[in-house]
């Protein structure tokens, strides 16, 4: 069974920065295409950050600059080092992760709360 498990949540400063990690089941994590979505109040569900498994990333223009998507296969963690925090990156993240057969894992999400 696919499991995956956020952390590195919190409450930071306008300005400041957080680590969220999301550590996946191994075997199957280096032959996923992982990504990170958040959900502010209110909001439909977005993409924040993507990263296939060969290790190409894709960011959402509204984070491009400030926030950085990294995995480690050898530790089955993906990584998103969030910089320069704004109160509109408040939001519950989500670590998502896409097998080979297209079929998607969502782990339970982590609150990032950003005070001006």
């Known amino acids: 069974q696919v499991r995956l498990t956020e952390s590195g949540g919190g409450l930071v400063q306008s300005g400041g920065s957080l680590r969220l990690s999301c550590a996946a089941s191994?075997?199957?994590?280096?032959?996923?295409?992982m990504a990170w979505h958040r959900q502010a109040p209110g909001k439909q569900r977005e993409v924040v950050a993507t990263i296939k498994r060969g290790g190409s990333a894709n960011y959402a223009d509204s984070v491009k600059g400030r926030f950085t998507i990294s995995r480690d296969n050898d530790r089955n963690t993906l990584t998103l080092q969030m910089d320069s925090l704004k109160p509109e990156d408040t939001a519950v993240y989500y670590c998502q992760a896409e097998d080979f057969r297209g079929q998607f894992y969502w782990g339970q999400g982590t609150q990032v709360t950003v005070s001006s």
């Open positions: 191994a075997g199957f994590f280096p032959l996923a295409d």
